[in-house]
């Protein structure tokens, strides 16, 4: 990944721009890559944390199409097949669906970090990437993603976490 692409994510975990790298192999000299162009396989280390959701514009939201073994794991059971509000809940869904949106139709590509520390629980960190794609007939209908999260006990000489923090740069700034 050129230092330019890296320099628009600060901070982002190195697996964070590999596989950002390898969706931008995909889309070749095009806007956004066809979802048949990502090559699983060139980053088959990351497959764990990866996942893929189709917009369905009759049902309104999206349908996970596949999660990582990893994903599931910190979902607490297989994603697979359900849709974004039955994943996150009524609460977060209207956030998540108007950002997810942005990414499919502006189309941007949108990287987002978070962390807490809480001495008397754990602390938890999450990085988060949201790419476009398109399908076969050139619609932009389906987000790529990769989540990283990192849950651990707690370490009072953790530093202090970091605020939330969410980048989006449009897909012709890549």
Same mark, same amino acid.
């Given at each position: 990944?050129?230092?330019?692409? *890296? &320099?628009?994510?600060?901070?982002?975990?190195?697996?964070? #721009?590999?596989?950002?790298?390898?969706?931008?192999?995909? $889309?070749?000299?095009?806007?956004?890559?066809?979802?048949? =162009?990502?090559?699983?396989? %060139?980053?088959?280390?990351?497959?764990?944390?990866?996942?893929?959701?189709?917009?369905?514009?009759?049902?309104? %939201?999206?349908?996970?199409? !596949? &999660?990582?073994?990893?994903?599931?794991?910190?979902?607490?059971?297989?994603?697979?097949? #359900?849709?974004?509000?039955? @994943?996150?809940?009524?609460?977060?869904?209207?956030? #998540?669906?108007?950002?997810?949106?942005?990414?499919?139709?502006?189309?941007?590509?949108?990287?987002?970090?978070? *962390?807490?520390?809480?001495?008397?629980?754990?602390?938890? &960190?999450?990085?988060?990437?949201?790419?476009?794609?398109?399908? $076969?007939?050139?619609?932009? %209908?389906?987000? !790529?993603?990769? &989540? !990283?999260?990192? @849950?651990?006990?707690? =370490?009072?000489?953790?530093?202090?976490?970091?605020? $939330?923090?969410? @980048?989006?740069?449009?897909?012709?700034? @890549?």
């Amino acid at each position: 990944m050129s230092d330019s692409v *890296s &320099a628009k994510f600060p901070g982002a975990d190195r697996r964070i #721009l590999d596989f950002l790298a390898a969706w931008k192999q995909a $889309r070749g000299s095009r806007l956004v890559p066809f979802r048949h =162009d990502f090559e699983p396989l %060139d980053v088959p280390r990351l497959l764990e944390f990866a996942w893929i959701y189709k917009y369905e514009p009759e049902r309104g %939201d999206y349908v996970c199409q !596949l &999660a990582g073994e990893k994903i599931n794991e910190n979902w607490g059971r297989s994603i697979n097949g #359900l849709t974004l509000r039955e @994943i996150v809940g009524e609460f977060d869904h209207p956030v #998540l669906l108007e950002r997810w949106k942005l990414v499919r139709e502006t189309p941007l590509i949108q990287y987002g970090s978070f *962390s807490e520390w809480q001495p008397a629980v754990r602390s938890f &960190a999450a990085e988060r990437l949201l790419l476009p794609m398109a399908s $076969r007939d050139g619609k932009v %209908d389906t987000v !790529l993603g990769l &989540a !990283l999260y990192d @849950i651990s006990l707690p =370490d009072p000489s953790r530093p202090p976490p970091f605020a $939330r923090n969410l @980048i989006r740069v449009r897909c012709d700034e @890549i």
